[in-house]
């Protein structure tokens, strides 16, 4: 979007600086004097009809309108109208157009070429043929001294000395120099036979100064307009032209200035009451003949005025660019329609944009509707003179802007804050402007900012615009009239609508401008919120009183808040860890607890180094329980060491500073507020106040914001890891609403990292893997040994509680992962107490007591403690089975140390029934020769194995590896999956197995082993089913599911697979032959 700076180009004076406001400041009488006279008391661009024309008058409706009735009736045509009121309501264009007329009336033809846009020349009249009538109501006076007299100045004496000098005055005497309306023959006599245009202006304050002057002067007012107006009608080539504000318009503004002039027409002091009812009685009349005889013409109408102030202001304007500006406007617009008035979506106002260009309709809004209400303003001519400042403020600075927007008035300029807030009586808010948005003086305040600066600073716009004080400005200004009323006035202060649609322009959208509103309840001083208004108050908001307690408050108070705060966040509710708050050195954390310590670091402490207080409890004192420490960092501190890269550490200072400074502020404002609730009064405030929910709210808000910025910056958890470094977890809480939600982040962290055993560690693989770490160094180790493991060792998780410890002893010998064993004499051979999976633990067995201990099972089956226990004859057969299938063949032998390993000793009765029950089931064939011969042999199978003994020699071997060999070809259609193989068959399945049953899968599942699943977070699983029929098949439907999403093939998985009677037609056979 272009820019207006290159878009439109200002008149020269403007952007030299040689530019005289009160060039717009003329009146009709030095226009008049100048024709006259041939002096020129004013601004040549008033005095000179080329130029008037040419640079300084914009072709307005009513201005048209009024020159072709005027001087079409001057010409002789009786159709228009002869007296004509200029009406001002949109402030401006009256004096323009009464001056126009002058002009024309004295140059006539002589102007032909210059007023094409403005009259028909065929209307122009001959130099000199046009006798002009000019008077200024507020200049004549009433009465004029004579000797010791005072005799009436009448404004019908006025007009005949105007028509004709001297000479006719003395003709008409009598009645110009009395108080009483002339008749028919003073008109005859000063108008007869003349071409005439009469131009009475401001008459009413004449009229309210005749009426002082004499209780009926008004009613002869009346009485002479009559007789004009009258005259005028009746005769072709007289022209009047007047103008009259009603009583409010002319006195509402304006009632010491009236007072002052009938005090001065009477010689005694009136009160401004009393000068009203004057003026309103005087009005009255005149008002009712005006209304009943003139035509009223509004001379500039609202959708012209933004073009008559750039006729006044620009060389030239980009049409193109304002349509398409206008444009992008809209879309904005339009994509936030809920939020702005319903005009800015009109399609009417996308041509008030364009017409207006390059100002936007909103600033010609406040400046005509707002400002120009202002007694002293002076209407259009006073938005004349700063639309001229802002302008030159813009080009100087060039400053790139869509639009002007109030937001862009220069408000840093003496000149603009003299001409704004001098001519709206608001300089005592000069003190506001400073403070909130920034002004002239704001550099002398302390830290030299507004407070709409220093929230630019804290949150930049992200094309760098300064949305706070572009907001806030544009708040200000519209606070400058109607103070008086209050928020019942309807041109005080502004709505949110009303403000998002003032200052957003395409790159500065009203969601941005709305966050910058929103802002005003937490960091202005004196701007604010009531009522459904902002607006800009000379009472302190608490805001400003708050911003003076924190001065006050010192590091030390809020270095305390801080340090009370995390104290509250972060308790030992859920019991899990010892803490120790504000620590800053390894003599800070205790040594010996014997449960897990949390050293919460100080907020105020510079640095800290982590290995140390994991390794040491002061100087030369080497820390024991080493695996219990944990440390708790904020981002307020820097850490040494724990392998840093070179750098890393001195660059943490500016993160570190930054986040000090944020979460200081937030305390500083808390602890404000807390004072000012404990003592209101102090600061003379009401109490009631601080009860509006609006202060509750945001202290509650705030209170709560200091919290959850704690919370939040401790976010670094170091301890020892599983390889026995220090490591880093990032805590990331939910807010710091309380103790146990911080605490159970940092313990949920420490599970997910596998540092933390509870109660749920006991599964088969959780305590297979704790079997590993535990008999690292042997296959025995006393419980008091495990305990100061889990306390001492770096790379050991940390127990719970002293019950997670019990609990996971006890479940692996229910388990039967190890066994529990207490000596009896030193020399014992077997020990007093022994619990297996076969003998549990009664509950009354006190593990804490001396002795206890722990060992492997085979390490308990070696020392001959495990007794003379039958084995489970399916646990046999399973082993036994899984070891063939493994390779497809082994021998006996083998077979039975593998066993061994696996289980201890198992007597060979034991081992022989299994193996003649699997050759005899048919899940194994027997031969006498080598596992991996492939000449057939005498194979033992089925029924022919009763009477048969096993010998170490003899090979087993699997039916499926028979048949692949060859040599079992009749009798058996058995499928069979095995091994990796059968894995990578049967685990894709997996979820599917269930559904494929539901479908009509009819194959009876004959075994099925998973063997060596893994686990998410480590550990085994093995699955085995043995004759399993559809129906049961389609009842773990949901099991396989499950199993399916937790489990994974991992290096060593394998699957075996037998179905001994499939059908072709079955879809789960069909799915794995695919």
């Known amino acids: 979007m272009q820019s207006v700076l290159d878009t439109c180009r200002p008149r020269p004076e403007i952007l030299a600086g040689t530019f005289n406001p009160e060039v717009f400041t003329a009146s009709l009488s030095p226009i008049i004097e100048y024709y006259r006279s041939g002096r020129g008391v004013i601004d040549s661009i008033y005095t000179d009809a080329e130029l008037f024309f040419r640079e300084a008058t914009y072709p307005t409706q009513g201005l048209r309108l009024t020159l072709a009735e005027v001087f079409g009736r001057l010409a002789g045509d009786m159709t228009v109208p002869a007296i004509h009121r200029l009406e001002t309501a949109f402030g401006g264009g009256k004096t323009h157009t009464l001056i126009a007329c002058t002009h024309i009336a004295y140059r006539g033809t002589e102007l032909r070429g210059l007023i094409q846009d403005f009259l028909d020349p065929q209307l122009l009249p001959e130099p000199g043929s046009v006798a002009v009538v000019g008077v200024a109501g507020d200049e004549i006076p009433v009465h004029k001294p004579k000797g010791n007299a005072l005799v009436p100045y009448t404004l019908w004496g006025e007009i005949a000395y105007q028509m004709g000098g001297e000479e006719l005055y003395r003709q008409v005497e009598e009645e110009a120099g009395s ?121 500039v109408h609202a959708a012209e005025i933004a073009s008559v102030l750039a006729k006044r202001l620009f060389l030239s304007i980009n049409r193109d660019a304002a349509r398409a500006t206008a444009g992008e406007y809209m879309q904005m617009y339009r994509r936030n329609a809920s939020m702005l008035p319903d005009e800015a979506t009109s399609e009417d106002f996308q041509g008030r944009m364009i017409a207006s260009y390059p100002f936007h309709p909103t600033l010609i809004d406040f400046l005509n509707n707002k400002l120009a209400s202002a007694e002293n303003f002076q209407g259009t001519r006073g938005v004349l003179r700063v639309l001229a400042l802002a302008v030159r403020s813009l080009w100087l600075q060039q400053q790139d802007v869509p639009m002007i927007h109030a937001c862009h008035l220069d408000l ?39 407070n709409a600066e220093l929230a630019d600073q804290r949150n930049p716009h992200p094309e760098g615009y300064p949305l706070y004080e572009y907001t806030w400005k544009t708040v200000f ?58 607006f800009a108050g000379r009472e302190p908001t608490i805001n400003n009183i708050l911003a003076r307690i924190r001065k006050t408050i010192t590091a030390g108070q809020v270095q305390e808040l801080l340090e009370a705060t995390a104290r509250k966040i972060i308790t030992g509710g859920s019991g899990l860890f010892h803490i120790e708050h504000d620590v800053s050195l390894p003599e800070h954390l205790p040594d010996g607890k014997g449960r897990p310590v949390l050293g919460v670091v100080a907020l105020a402490a510079a640095t800290i180094d982590v290995e140390a207080m994991v390794t040491t409890r002061g100087v030369n004192r080497p820390r024991q329980q080493q695996n ?152 025995t180790i006393t419980l008091e040994k495990l305990r100061e493991n889990f306390s001492c060792r770096r790379s050991w998780p940390v127990l719970e509680s002293t019950g997670v410890f019990e609990q996971i002893i006890r479940t ?30 009664p509950m009354g067995v006190n593990l804490a007591g001396a002795g206890y201990g722990l060992v492997t099972v085979q390490g308990a089956n070696q020392r001959g403690w495990m007794g003379a226990r039958r084995p489970d004859p399916a646990r046999v ?24 390993e696996k289980y201890g000793e198992i007597p060979a009765r034991d081992f022989q029934e299994a193996v003649v029950t699997l050759v005899r089931n048919g899940r194994l064939l027997v031969f006498r020769g080598t596992p991996d011969q492939q000449e057939k042999p005498e ?75 893994e686990l998410p977070e480590g550990g085994v699983l093995r699955i085995q089913l043995t004759g399993v029929t559809p129906g049961s098949m389609k009842a773990l439907a949901e099991l396989f599911e499950v199993l399916a999403g937790v489990v994974a093939k991992g290096e060593h998985t394998e699957a075996f697979l037998e179905i001994s009677d499939p059908a072709d037609d079955c879809p789960l056979i069909q799915e794995l032959k695919k």
């Open 412 to 450: 840093r300029s003496d000149r603009v804050v003299n001409e704004i807030l001098g001519r709206t009586g608001s300089s005592d808010l000069l003190f506001v402007l400073n403070a909130d948005v920034g002004s002239v003086d704001t550099g002398t305040l302390e830290g030299g900012r507004s």
């Open 179 to 299: 108080y009483a309306a002339p008749g028919k023959t003073y008109f005859a006599r000063v108008l007869g036979g003349r071409k005439a245009i009469i131009m009475l202006d401001e008459l009413a304050q004449y009229a309210a100064r005749l009426e002082a002057a004499r209780p009926d002067g008004a009613n002869q007012l009346a009485a002479f307009l009559m007789g004009l107006h009258g005259y005028a009608r009746n005769h072709p080539g007289i022209a009047v032209i007047l103008t009259l504000a009603s009583a409010t318009d002319a006195f509402a503004r304006q009632t010491e200035l009236l007072a002052k002039l009938i005090s001065q027409v009477r010689g005694e002091e009136v009160s401004e009451d009393d000068a009203l009812g004057i003026g309103e009685k005087a009005v009255k009349g005149v008002a009712s003949v005006v209304a009943r005889d003139a035509v009223q013409i509004t001379p």
């Open 628 to 779: 219990l420490i944990f440390i708790l960092v904020p981002e307020t501190v820097a850490v040494q060491g724990i392998n840093r890269q070179e750098g890393l550490f001195a660059s943490q200072s500016t993160q570190v500073q930054e986040v000090r400074q944020r979460i200081e502020a937030i305390a500083r404002q808390v602890k404000a507020m807390r004072i000012l609730s404990d003592r209101p009064q102090s600061y003379g405030l009401n109490p009631r106040r601080l009860a509006e929910e609006d202060f509750q709210k945001r202290y509650r808000e705030r209170e709560q914001a200091l919290v959850t910025a704690v919370a939040s910056i401790y976010t670094s958890l170091y301890y020892p890891g599983a390889a026995g470094h220090i490591v880093r977890k990032e805590i990331k809480t939910a807010g710091g609403e309380g103790g146990m939600p911080f605490i159970e982040q940092i313990r949920a962290t420490l599970i997910n990292d596998g540092e933390l055993l509870t109660g749920s560690n006991t599964t088969q693989a959780d305590l297979l893997n704790l079997s590993r770490l535990f008999f690292e160094q042997g296959d």
């Open 812 to 841: 692996g010998v229910q388990k039967g992962v190890w066994c529990v064993y207490r000596m009896g004499a030193e020399d014992s051979l077997k020990p007093a107490e022994f619990y297996h999976r076969e003998n549990e633990i």
């Open 877 to 900: 057969r399973d082993g036994v089975l899984y070891t063939v299938s493994g390779g497809g063949a082994a021998t006996v032998q083998e077979v039975a140390g593998n066993l061994a």
């Open 477 to 534: 200004l519209h606070s400058l009239v109607g103070r008086e009323e209050g928020l019942d006035s309807r041109i005080y202060g502004l709505t949110e609508s009303e403000a998002l649609f003032s200052v957003s322009f395409p790159g500065l959208t009203p969601p941005q401008v709305r966050m910058a509103l929103e802002e005003i309840n937490e960091s202005a001083f004196y701007l604010r919120y009531e009522q459904g208004k902002y």
């Open 939 to 1013: 194979l033992i199978q089925g029924p022919g194995a009763a009477l048969y003994t096993p010998r170490p020699g003899d090979v087993l071997i699997t039916p499926a590896k028979a048949a692949e060999r060859g040599w079992v070809t009749a009798g058996r259609r058995a499928f069979t999956l095995e091994g990796k193989e059968g894995a990578a068959k049967l685990l894709p399945l997996l979820r599917r197995l269930g559904g494929l049953y539901n479908r009509g899968a009819r194959s009876t599942i004959d075994s099925l082993d998973l063997v060596d699943l």
